[in-house]
C-alpha cells in the first residue's frame, strides 16, 4: 500500500481535484439529500461547515505539498489534515445528521454514535503521532551553520 510519503507528485494533484468535485456535491445537497430516502436529515445543513472547512483545508494541503513536500511539511500537513477529521467526526456526533433506521429498520443509529466517537479517540492519538513526530523531526533536523 502506497503512503503519503511515497505519493508522486501526481497524486497531490488528483487528490486535490478529487476533493475539489466532492466539496461541489457535498453543496449541492438539495439535490441528493431527497434522494437519500430520509436517511440524511436537514440537521446534515448544520455540519456542512465541517465538511467545507476540512475539503478546502484538504485541497489547500494537497496543492502545498505538489508545489513542496519535504517531509516536515508533509507531517505538518498530515497534522492538519488529522486536525480536520476530528473536526468533521465531532461535528457529526454532535448534530448526528442520519436516521438510519428508515434503511435498516432497526435503530443502529446508537452503534454509529459510538463508532464516530471511537474513530474520533483514533484521531486524536493520530494527531499526538504528528505532533512527536514534527517535534522529533525539529529536534533531530541537521541545523546549517
Do not use: K
Request: glycine share 6%.
Amino acid at each position: 500500500m502506497t503512503t503519503l510519503r511515497e505519493t508522486p507528485r501526481a497524486g497531490y494533484a488528483v487528490a486535490a481535484l478529487l476533493n475539489l468535485l466532492l466539496l461541489v456535491a457535498v453543496n449541492l445537497w438539495p439535490v441528493w439529500l431527497p434522494l437519500t430516502g430520509g436517511a440524511v436529515t436537514m440537521t446534515f445543513t448544520l455540519t456542512l461547515w465541517a465538511f467545507n472547512l476540512s475539503l478546502l483545508g484538504h485541497i489547500g494541503g494537497n496543492l502545498l505539498l505538489f508545489l513542496a513536500s519535504p517531509p516536515w511539511l508533509r507531517e505538518a500537513v498530515e497534522l492538519v489534515f488529522t486536525g480536520l477529521a476530528l473536526v468533521v467526526l465531532l461535528t457529526l456526533t454532535q448534530f448526528y445528521p442520519f436516521n438510519l433506521a428508515v434503511l435498516t429498520g432497526v435503530a443502529v443509529d446508537g452503534l454509529v454514535r459510538v463508532a464516530f466517537g471511537v474513530a474520533a479517540l483514533a484521531v486524536a492519538v493520530a494527531m499526538v503521532v504528528h505532533i512527536v513526530r514534527l517535534l522529533f523531526d525539529a529536534v533531530s533536523r541537521p541545523r546549517s551553520a
